[in-house]
């Protein structure tokens, strides 16, 4: 099986981990990848908030190229996931959209190919039976907070999992020996680019998903977006200092390390050690060295 | 043949006055018109003193799904410049269903008089309810211009 | 050899006594003429044949065994069986009191210009087996012989389409020649397996449905009403077409219902099976408007 | 030849202002079978018709016509005209020169003239080929059927009884009662329901005129108006009704508990119960999926307990067939589930629950004896959250329709847990307050002014447990503000949606259902009760959301119509109806799947064949359901169904007429 890769900007930057680990499973899973050449802004957050045909255009440019090679796009982000959806969805749907785009891209996407995320392509679609027969360790019953955030499942047609109460992930990690703690906060708002914007608002939705966490009793939260992940994992410290009383320590993982790491991979080659928040002691709890 | 149509005098010859010849020509519209909504519209045009060319005879059907096919084609042989079958819009039918039948049947129809060669403006269905007295004045009015603008029909005829 | 199992079958129903007759083809005057035949002695099967002359449409014989004795059997081709269909399905024929025997038909073959004897296998098809669909039965108790592959057939709407080109002149210029032959001897309604009243409107009198004179306008009136009638019923047998001694194309009125009902109200192949209602019989409450 | 007489109306100058009317009536007598025609100034006053009815004696007139305003106007004044004159009605055509000449041709007072003789010329064409018609009669059975014991139910039986008619109620539960018998309280009295619905059961199960079926289905039903066949099935009830004196030690001794229907699952039940203490018939049933007697074999105790041995266990359903004059169809509603909602918890969590399910817990007869226990843990809520449209107003998941009830039932319910829990907080979600009805305006203002309810203007976006409390947070759309709410209990105002079987029945009925599968009522406005089959009326909730009151104001309407209808002893059907000539038909039935009225059926006519007699199918009308709407005479190809009053030749004439 081969996609064309679009890891987007976070996956270059401070996604770096999840591009890592994302490389690492398909490997495992016999995944081909090929990156698409001179990809571009997937547009995320800024474009179709100011311009919707950008909105669009910006995406379809990248599906164009991955056209010409007749390849399904996998987006590990789910951001960059959501936007080209978008644009997919749209471009089958309207004649006259898909005109407007190819004028302004200047090449036609014809809505041959599709996109798909990292949890659709290594979990959906493989199952879990081929996750468990590719495991060679255990997650040794971890108590894992499966997060979602918005982006992989709203709206409802974009969306690749349940809207209220997504199991993909959940299902993942207890396939790979993991005990995924049932909470209500899987969907909530990350705060996204709030809590640089906004701070008190922003920081406030963090700290409400991790003392949620924290609550039912999660030592470690997996997430499928970069977004959510620098959120939950950079904030934690800022928390501490801010909210009296609070002492948060909840290492945050991208599904795709919890699963290279089960596959056998050493978590720093996993990129489990880029993380904000010390990951090796939970590591080391369940003998994940 | 049937009641033996010879014998009976033709309005042409009732009208036989001089001043008859100087009118212009009138266009013989044979239009079958369900009781319930469009044989109401029709008299409701009249309560409204809604003026329209007198060119339309209506003859008054229970349901338009009462109306035959084969009453068309027949008023086309007698000598009839165009037909109209009119009754209630789809979901009003007094009869519950009657109309989406008459729907069917005169799509088909439609089409088939046209494949033999008979301008469609000649062959009309419309759905006319009781309360659309102008509707009825503007569809008998607009029919007769446009087969006005075709002339008589000669097609299908089998009277003089 | 289909011929020798038609005997044998017909001979088995006839001797165990669960058929009092059997419908089929026999060899007529000519070499190039097969016609049908009514046995009901086991003696006499050896009559039957099954060759590329075997045109007729057996299906409405059956009205004429309504009311006999036991079972009656009779051969069908792909048309047939449709016929069968639409007689069952008109309350005509009792599916119980017949047995079909079905054929798979690779089509039958025009008569030749002359009557010496030729190669059969040099005629053209007959146009109606030319545009078949449905060259293996669509119902039967029994098959002889194997399945024929579906043969590629042209575009049955092509000649409607043709006409279709046309200006409403032209239109009705054409279809005047042509009405202006018919001899209204009725042998497309006598062939019709969906012409299956028990009195025609156009033979009952007092009515004055059709006036009696042959003239192109009654002929006309008299087109176009068939052609209503068997609206979303006509099994496409072209056995009117076949019967016409004139020539007529009839089958261009019939396949242009056939092909507004496709557009209009979706796909519609009469006698294909026992469930599809006729397309006058039903409708839908989204059908297409057009007389708003 | 006839002798047609043609009467030529001036209608003051309504017509004659623009129609030659002298000209038109001179034509016209020069029209072959005219034996007499003549105009005069107004055709429909008494000497007018007097005028008519000498010159049928005078010129011996066999027929009829009249020339004047719209039929839709006078057909009936001249028709009975014409019949005091001695003719049969409907040997008689109208030409409608006013409505349709004179009115509408002022400007061309020529081709005005020639319109009316061309409409006299079609009028005289028809009325040669009219035949006398006669209305047919039939008899009515003095018997209504009544499907649904409900309230709806209940009041239109009640209704007809008194009227002296005897009715039957079919109950698909063990006793009568429906919805309202669960319900504690009825807004906006606050008076108990079982205090107002009791008596009814009671009158009910009292009354020399009713019949209760409970516990049993209508499977089947023929005929028609006045004369419907319906076959119930009785299902085994395992309980002799005629022994059983309704104890309860069966009930008692029963070792076997379920979760009780009645009580929302809430409260348990034993496998022979009766659903409620009130119950009518107050005699058990077994319920057979779950009795350790029928599942295992063993057990039997009830059997053994009973006093009068009333327990079969042998027992088998029961087919009862029987002849109404009238059907009222109450069948009633269900409530919506909300499992569709996932930001609700898809009906998963325990303390969230539907107003029916309150109902129970406020009932001082329900599980928690009137004590408001939350499910999960029996803990008594001291704040209550009431979301409202769940399932309604929302086409996504659920319906497009208002329910009509519920905002009213939550502000009862609010107000009674106010009451019932002193110091206790409510909350309510809604998108509009609907409060259409005699004192439930303030009603709904005693709830928030009195009772402190909290009415918070939005949608609930997501209820999440947190700790043994649940977290609501929705919108308030008035200030723009998200709002979060802790609260104990969650009260949902589910949908009221039809019964999921109104579909099969109506099919058994033959009547319609709507695109949210109510059943259709006759008219929208004009005709609310009834149904498209005549003999069939409606009542209460099966035709579409509604609270008690309007429910049995429309058993009332119903119950009066089927009094109507019953009050006859025959009933005079249209003559203008649709007949078969035998001879002809070939029975080919395409004519029965297009009658909307279900009027045409098969039937079996022996003839003589090649000196045998043979039976042969044919198309027979069914005078008293045909309404004559003609739609079956087209689809004949034969041409040997006829539309008495519109035949075929009559309308060919017509045709010829005007085409000259």
New interface residues.
């Given amino acids: 099986m081969k996609y064309a890769y679009y890891p987007g900007c976070s996956l270059h930057s401070t996604g770096i981990e999840y591009d890592i680990s994302s490389k690492l499973v398909a490997k495992r899973m016999g995944i081909e990848l090929k990156e698409i050449p001179d990809w571009n802004c997937c547009g995320a957050s800024a474009a179709h908030t100011t311009n919707h045909m950008l909105g669009l255009a910006l995406p379809a440019r990248n599906l164009a190229i991955a056209e010409k090679e007749g390849l399904d796009v996998l987006a590990p982000c789910a951001a960059c996931y959501n936007r080209m959806k978008t644009t997919e969805l749209a471009v089958k749907a309207s004649e006259q959209t898909k005109q407007k785009i190819a004028n302004i891209t200047e090449m036609d996407y014809q809505g041959n190919i599709g996109v798909k995320t990292a949890l659709e392509v290594f979990v959906k679609d493989a199952g879990l039976e081929a996750v468990k027969a590719l495991a060679t360790k255990t997650l040794g019953g971890m108590k894992v907070a499966a997060y979602y955030g918005c982006l992989l499942v709203r709206p409802h047609d974009v969306g690749i999992d ?4 997504p199991m993909l992930m959940d299902d993942m990690v207890t396939a790979l020996g993991g005990e995924a703690v049932q909470w ?2 899987k969907t909530e708002c990350c705060g996204a680019s709030l809590p640089t914007a906004k701070g008190k608002v922003g920081l406030k939705l963090v700290y409400d998903i991790l003392s ?1 966490a924290q ?1 039912v009793g999660a030592e470690a939260i997996v997430t499928a977006c970069p977004l959510c992940f620098v959120n939950l994992d950079m904030r934690q410290s800022d928390l501490n200092k801010k909210v009296s009383g609070s002492s948060f320590k909840i290492p945050i993982f991208y599904f795709t390390e919890l699963m290279a790491i089960a596959f056998g991979e050493k978590p720093a080659s996993a990129g489990a050690g880029k993380h904000f928040v010390n990951t090796s002691e939970i590591l080391a709890k369940y003998n994940l060295k | 043949m ?4 010879e ?5 042409q010859e ?2 036989a006055a001089p ?2 010849s100087n ?1 212009p020509w ?1 266009p ?1 519209i ?1 239009g079958f018109a369900c ?1 319930w909504c469009t ?2 519209g ?2 409701l ?3 409204s ?4 060319p ?1 060119s339309i ?7 338009s ?5 084969q ?1 068309i084609i ?2 086309f042989q ?3 410049d165009g037909v109209l079958v009119a009754g209630c819009h789809p979901g009003d039918c ?5 109309n989406y ?1 008459t729907r069917r ?1 005169f799509l088909l129809m439609q089409r088939l008089l046209e494949y033999m060669g008979i301008d469609p403006a000649r062959f009309q269905a419309r759905w006319i309810s009781g309360s659309e007295g102008p509707k009825f ?1 503007q569809v008998v009015t607009q029919m007769t211009e446009d087969i006005k603008a075709l002339g008589p029909n000669r097609k299908m005829r089998d ?1 003089e | 050899m289909i011929t020798e199992k038609m005997r044998t079958a017909a001979k088995d129903l006839l001797e165990k006594g669960e058929v009092t007759t059997v419908i089929g083809w026999e060899k007529g005057t000519f070499w190039y003429n097969s016609t049908p035949v009514f046995i009901s002695k086991p003696e006499e099967v050896d009559r039957l044949v099954f060759d590329e002359f075997c045109a007729n449409n057996l299906a409405k014989y059956l009205m004429d065994y309504r ?1 006999a004795e036991g079972k009656t059997a009779v051969f069908v081709k792909g048309c047939d069986a449709r016929g069968v269909n639409r007689l069952v399905q ?3 024929v009792n599916r119980d009191k017949v047995f079909l025997i079905g054929i798979p038909c690779s089509g039958m073959k025009e008569a030749p210009k002359t009557a010496e004897k030729q190669d059969s296998s040099k005629l053209p098809l007959l146009k109606k087996c030319q545009e078949c669909a449905t060259p293996n039965p669509v119902v039967y108790d029994l098959l002889l012989g194997d399945p024929v592959s579906e043969r590629q057939v042209p575009d049955r709407f092509s000649g409607v389409e043709a006409i279709e080109g046309k200006t409403a002149d032209e239109k009705y210029a054409y279809w005047q020649s042509m009405h202006s032959q018919c001899i209204r001897c009725y042998a497309c309604r006598n062939a019709c397996p969906a012409c ?6 156009f033979d ?1 009198n ?4 059709l006036g009696k004179q042959n003239n192109v306008q009654e002929n006309q009136m008299f087109a176009m009403t068939r052609a209503m ?1 068997v609206a979303g019923r006509c099994i496409e047998c072209g056995e009117c077409e076949r019967v016409c001694p004139m020539g007529l194309p009839i089958m261009e009125i019939n396949r242009k219902i056939l092909k507004d009902i496709n557009e209009l109200f979706g796909p519609q192949d009469a006698g294909m099976s026992l469930e599809d ?2 397309a ?3 409708f839908k409450l989204d059908d297409p408007e057009k007389f708003m | 030849m006839r002798r047609v007489g043609v009467f030529v109306c001036h209608c003051g100058t309504n017509i004659n202002g623009v129609v030659d009317c002298e ?1 038109v009536a001179k ?1 016209a007598a ?3 079978n005219v034996a007499f025609a003549t105009d005069y100034k107004y055709m429909c006053t008494e000497p007018g018709q007097d005028l008519i009815k000498n010159a049928i004696k005078e010129h011996n007139l066999d027929r009829v016509v009249v020339a004047s305003c ?4 006078h057909e009936p004044t001249f028709r009975a005209c014409i019949e005091s004159g001695g003719l049969n009605p409907y040997l008689f055509e109208m030409a ?1 020169l ?4 004179s ?6 007072k ?6 009316a ?3 006299v ?2 009028a005289v ?1 028809k009325v ?1 080929k009219n035949e006398p018609l006669q209305k047919s009669r039939i008899s009515i059975t003095k018997r209504a059927l009544v499907i649904g014991g409900g309230v709806a139910g209940i009041q239109a039986a009640l209704d007809i009884a008194d009227a002296g008619n005897p009715v039957t109620i079919v109950e698909k539960e063990p006793s009568i009662g429906g919805r309202m018998a669960q319900i504690d309280k009825t807004f906006p009295t606050i008076d108990c329901s079982a205090c107002i619905l009791g008596p009814k059961m009671v009158d009910a199960a009292k009354h020399p005129n009713i019949e209760i079926i409970s516990y049993a289905q209508v499977e089947h039903v023929d005929g028609y108006v006045g004369n419907f066949e319906v076959t119930i099935r009785k299902k085994a009830r395992s309980v002799d009704l005629k022994k059983c004196t309704g104890c309860g030690t069966c009930q008692e001794k029963c070792p076997t508990k379920v979760d009780s229907e009645f009580d929302m699952k809430l409260g348990k039940r034993k496998a022979i119960y009766t659903p409620f203490p009130q119950a009518v018939p107050n005699k058990p049933v077994i319920d057979r999926v779950n009795c350790t007697k029928f599942k295992t074999g063993k057990c039997g105790i009830c059997q053994k307990v009973c006093p009068v041995d009333a327990v079969d266990y042998e027992q088998q359903d029961e087919l009862i067939i029987e002849k109404y004059g009238a059907i009222v169809v109450a069948t009633g509603y269900q409530q919506f589930d909300h499992s569709a909602y ?2 609700y918890g ?1 009906g998963k969590y325990p303390d969230v629950i539907t107003g029916l399910h309150l109902e129970r817990l406020i009932n001082a007869s329900g599980p928690t004896m009137g004590k408001i226990k939350r499910p999960s843990d029996h803990k008594i809520p001291e704040t209550v959250a009431f979301i409202q449209c769940v399932g309604s107003r929302d086409e996504a998941k659920g319906h497009a329709y208002c329910s009509r009830t519920c905002c009213m039932y939550t502000a009862k319910h609010a107000t009674l847990v106010s009451e019932k829990i002193p110091g206790s907080k409510s909350y309510v979600f809604y998108m509009d307050v609907r409060t259409p009805g005699k004192g439930y305006e303030e009603f709904y203002k005693r709830t928030t002014d009195e009772y402190g309810a909290q009415y918070i203007r939005g949608r609930v976006s ?1 209820i ?3 700790g043994d409390k649940l ?1 609501v947070r929705g919108e308030d759309s008035l200030i723009g503000r998200p709002v979060e709410v802790e609260v104990d209990m969650v009260v949902l105002a589910v949908a009221m949606e039809p019964q999921s079987d109104a579909g099969e029945l109506a099919r058994i009925l033959g009547i ?1 259902v709507d695109k949210d599968k109510w059943f259709t009522e006759a008219h929208p406005k004009l005709k609310p009760v009834e149904t ?1 089959t005549a003999g069939i009326f409606l009542a209460g909730a099966a035709q579409g959301p509604k609270d008690i009151p309007d429910s049995v104001a429309q058993a009332g309407a119903a119950a009066s119509k089927a009094i109507g209808l019953l009050s006859k002893v025959e009933m005079e059907t249209d003559a ?1 109806v649709s007949s078969v000539d035998e001879s ?7 004519c029965k ?2 009658c ?2 279900k009027a045409i059926d ?1 039937k079996m006519i022996q003839e003589r ?2 000196g ?1 007699m ?1 039976e042969r ?1 044919v198309a027979s009308v069914n005078k008293s359901l045909c ?5 079956c ?3 004949c ?4 169904l006829n ?1 008495l009053g ?1 035949t ?2 009559q ?10």
């Fill in positions: 349940d809207m209220e109460n209500p906060f949620m609550s | 049937s009641l033996n149509s014998a009976l005098p033709k309005s009732v009208t001043e008859a009118q009138e013989k044979v009781n044989y109401a029709a008299d045009a009249g309560l003193r809604l003026q329209y007198p005879r209506l003859i008054r059907v229970p349901c799904g009462r109306t035959n096919p009453f027949r008023a007698r000598g009839a007094h009869y519950s269903t009657g039948f049947r004045q009277v | 009311n008109d309350y005509q299956n009243c028990r009195e025609c409107c009952a007092g009515l004055n449905w009638h209602k006729p006058l019989g039903q | 000209k034509t020069g029209f072959p719209s039929p839709r106007m409608n006013r409505e349709q000449c009115w509408v041709h002022a400007n061309n020529e081709l005005a003239t020639v319109k003789i061309d409409l010329r079609k064409a040669v996932g930001e898809y997501k999440y447990e947190k977290v319609s498209h203008m002809r038909c070939s029975g080919c039935l395409i799947g297009i909307p009225y098969a064949v090649g045998k043979v199918q309404q004559g709407c003609g739609a005479t087209v689809a190809r034969a041409g040997c539309l519109f075929n030749e309308i060919l004439a017509e045709v010829e007429a005007v085409c000259l």
